[in-house]
């Protein structure tokens, strides 16, 4: 399993994002963008170092509370009461999605910097992004492609939560000087996620994360 970047389709260097079939978006041990792991998984790491990273980010998320409130799962259909449809649920979907908007974002420039990051994400995820994004700018790459998420809520406490989804990416990283793509190439595919976020200081934020590439259904 390989921890996500959060989404890198070169899979993070740190060997985040989920092995194989699972990234994790934790720090590239090599300090660089996670395309050693694979060029999604990458991306993911950046979003699997998001998924070890978000994904780990749950693992990212330092600072978070433990909490002895009663853990509420919900349906693999999403059909519960931490669904969009529950305040609590909502907020830590808008989260989720928070995490992956920043980190495309980031991602795009390369920069390690961008605020966004810190606004969405806590460590270890946190660090696992930005030794990615910070990697890849030392390499002259960024990334270009998009994410389509489908997140549902499986679980939720007073202080965490834990989602899961089956994103579609076509993300992918590019050298900044030329647009062309850094090998090896993974063609677009369903990346499985599995997310942790902490609620800190009334703001919920992406933990860890870890990304499974090309396991999920459509849909799923």
């Avoid at 349906?75 to 989720?96: E, R």
């Avoid at 389509?148 to 965490?160: D, F, G, M, N, Y």
């Avoid at 030329?178 to 369903?190: A, D, M």
Wanted: charged fraction near 15%; aromatic fraction near 4%.
């Amino acid at each position: 399993m390989t921890e996500s970047r959060l989404v890198d389709r070169h899979t993070p260097r740190n060997g985040a994002v989920p092995p194989a079939g699972c990234r994790v978006q934790d720090a590239p041990a090599s300090g660089g963008p996670s395309r050693h792991q694979s060029q999604r998984g990458r991306l993911t790491t950046g979003v699997l170092t998001l998924v070890a990273g978000a994904l780990v980010l749950a693992a990212c998320g330092g600072g978070a509370t433990s909490s002895t409130a009663t853990t509420v799962r919900a349906k693999p259909t999403g059909s519960t009461s931490s669904s969009t449809t529950d305040p609590a649920g909502a907020a830590v979907l808008a989260a989720y999605r928070a995490g992956w908007k920043a980190f495309e974002q980031a991602l795009a420039t390369a920069n390690p910097a961008d605020p966004a990051l810190a606004a969405t994400m806590v460590e270890p995820q946190l660090q696992s992004v930005k030794a990615n994004l910070l990697a890849d700018q030392v390499h002259g790459m960024v990334g270009r492609g998009t994410t389509t998420l489908h997140p549902k809520v499986v679980s939720i406490s007073a202080t965490s939560a834990t989602v899961v989804d089956c994103a579609y990416s076509t993300a992918e990283l590019v050298y900044a000087k030329t647009g062309k793509p850094v090998p090896p190439i993974t063609p677009p595919e369903n990346d499985g996620v599995r997310s942790t976020l902490v609620l800190v200081n009334g703001t919920w934020k992406i933990y860890k994360q870890m990304v499974t590439d090309g396991t999920c259904a459509p849909g799923s």
